[in-house]
Antibody
């Protein structure tokens, strides 16, 4: 059971980046996927989530208009695209699974995380 | 959006007990979770819904809280517990993380 993310990216200011998160070992549509980022030496920052079953999303107000979360259920993969990149978007981006038990009850906790993807924004 | 406040750093002697706290208005309506993060690694969930441990998490980790405060207690801290600890919860506009507490085991 794991989430495996795509590799590191180097982008110029103003560009977009798309990070993937492939799930394995569990039913992909049974758990929301969240995206959380961490700037160098800083804390965790929640960006939003996607329900892989319904394609419904919820984004942090901070990233509204710049972030798009999508999924491809045929390959059990979630994506996070961030546009109009700035230098302060340089961070490690994590995907994480929201915990739900066997009855389908969702807890407001993230029980499995991807390994992280470093996105560097620099001219 | 609301905020969760944590002490930036805490230290504990090997084998002793330490408490890490998290304060914020969102905790009046939602349970706190706690994550452990070691350098270069992804966070690990260690406490959910205030006081529940996922399988595989040692029972020296426990959670508690009331009102706008949540606490993580490590009873008998081990050297491998040296890490950053983050609380989080839902809030009215999504989710929020605390700023993190760096725990040093002396």
């Amino acid at each position: 059971v794991q989430l495996v993310q795509s590799g590191a990216e180097l982008k110029k200011p103003g560009a977009s980046v798309k990070v993937s998160c492939k799930a394995s070992g569990y039913i992909f549509t049974g758990h929301y996927i969240h995206w959380v980022r961490q700037a160098p030496g800083r804390g965790l920052e929640w960006m939003g989530w996607i329900n892989p079953n319904t394609d419904v999303t919820e984004y942090s107000q901070k990233f509204q208009g710049r972030v798009t979360m999508t999924r491809d259920t045929s390959i059990s993969t979630a994506y996070m695209e961030l546009s109009r990149l700035r230098s302060d978007d340089t961070a490690v981006y994590f995907c994480a699974r929201q915990y739900s038990d066997t009855s389908g009850y969702y807890y407001n906790a993230l029980d499995m995380w991807g390994q992280g993807t470093l996105v560097t924004v620099s001219s | 959006s609301s905020e969760l406040t944590q002490d930036p750093a805490v230290s504990v002697a090997l084998g002793q007990t330490v408490r890490v706290t998290c304060q914020g208005d969102s905790l009046r309506g939602y349970y706190a979770n706690w994550y452990q993060q070691k350098p270069g690694q992804a966070p690990i969930l260690i406490i959910y819904d205030k006081n529940n441990r996922p399988s595989g998490i040692p029972d020296r980790f426990s959670g508690s809280g009331s009102g706008s405060t949540a606490s993580l207690t490590i009873t008998g801290a081990q050297a491998e517990d040296e890490a950053d600890y983050y609380c989080d919860s839902r809030d009215s506009t999504g989710w929020v993380f605390g700023g993190g507490t760096r725990l040093t085991v002396l």
